[in-house]
């Protein structure tokens, strides 16, 4: 069974990490949380959940804004073909959120490590980060350094690289 949102809370608090959380209605895209930016200072994220031809799984979280340029991208990441979005059923067995609430705070659910977690050199130049926290009925501000720890804590090693144009 996926992790609540507050169980992600109460893992978060476990670590010693402090977050804010606005709640608001749901948010399906990049466009919809746009209109939050008054609200909420700091990076806020666009994740791809990604797929190699070996069944390699990739979450790739990037700056909403940010260019990813798909077809090449699998050179970046070290995927060991081209890429594509992973399917539905992979995303909630292995992050354990539905298309449209994809954020790094579901490598909590990823207790197995078979998800890499890329996060692009660019997003990590904001001192606070916004993600959806395992719903996009919210939206949950972490600092860089703290979310860099929760990834670590979660047993995941997070790959900085520059991914967007």
Known sequence: M???????????????IRTTTVRHAPLFTVADSQALRGEI??????NLFLKDKKDNYFLVTVEEDAEVDLKQIHHVIGAASRVSFGRPEALMDLLGVIPGA???FGLVNDDKGRVRFVVDAAL???GIINAHPLTNEATTSISAGDLMAFVRATGHEPAILKVSA
Request: charged fraction near 25%.
């Open 102 to 104: 994809v954020t790094a």
């Open 41 to 46: 200072p700091g990076g806020h994220t666009k």
């Open 2 to 16: 996926p992790k609540t949102p507050d169980d992600l809370f109460d893992y978060l608090d476990a670590l010693g």
């Open 124 to 126: 990590m130049e904001h």
